[in-house]
C-alpha cells in the first residue's frame, strides 16, 4: 500500500503541491485527475523519488520513502512511466525496453517479465529491431509501458498514457492497463481525461492548484455534479 500524507512540494518559490494525502491500495487502480498544472505529475515525481517534498511523509508498504532515491524506489518495486513517454528514438525498440530492467535485482525474472509484455503488446514483438522514434504515438506508449514493466513493478505510476492519442488507441492501452492490473500490478494513474480514467479506476482523487478537493470511489466521483460540469463535459 502506498500513503501520502500531507505531502507538499516547491519549485523553486512556486507551490505545486500542497498537504496532499492519499492512497492505492494494493491490487487497485487509483486515479489522479485536474487541470493542466494542477500538480499531478508533481505528485508522481515525489512518489517516484524524483523530487523531494519539503513537508509531509510517504510510505511504501510501512516504509518511508520520501528521501529515497529513484534506484531504491524502483528496487522497492515502483516504476515511474513519465509523461511524454520518453522512450530513446535512437535505441531500437528491444533496446529501450533491456534499459526497464537496470535497476533490478531479481533477474532471474527478467526473462519471464520480457515474454510477459510482448504478450500484452505484439505490435513490439514485430518491431524489436526497430528504432523507437520510428513507432506511432501509440505504439511509443506500448514501449513506455513496457519498459516500465521490465523494472517488475508492484505499483505502476503512469503519467497521462492517453496524451495524444486517437480514442481507438486509448481504449486499447486502457483495456491492457486494466489487464496489468489484473495480474497483480497496483497502477496509480494520472490524467486529463477524467471518463476515460473513472472508466478503469476504483478509486478517485481531484487535483486542484495543487489541492485535493474531491475523492471518493470512481463511480461516486462520476456522479458528483461539479465533475460532471467541470470535467466531463456534463455541465
Ligand atoms: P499537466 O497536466 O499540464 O502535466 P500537472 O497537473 O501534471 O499538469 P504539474 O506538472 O505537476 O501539473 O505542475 C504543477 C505546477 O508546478 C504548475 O504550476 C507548474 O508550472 C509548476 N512546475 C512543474 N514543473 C516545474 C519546474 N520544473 N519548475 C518550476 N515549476 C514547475
Redesign the pocket.
Known sequence: MLKLNNVSCK??A?L?LSNVSMEVPDGKIVTLL??????????LKAVSGLLQPFRGSIDWNGQKIETASCKQIVQQGIVHCP?GRQIFPELTVLENLKLGRYARRDTKDVKRDFEQVLEYFPRLRDRLHQSGGTLSGGEQQMLAIGRALMGGPKLLLLD?PSLGLAPIVTKEIMKIIKTINQSGVSVLL?E?NARLALSVADYAYV?EV?HIVIEGPSETVKNNSQIQELYLGMG
Open positions: 519549485y523553486g512556486v505545486a485536474g487541470a493542466n498544472g494542477a500538480g499531478k505529475s508533481t505528485a509523461e497521462e494520472v486529463q487535483l495543487g
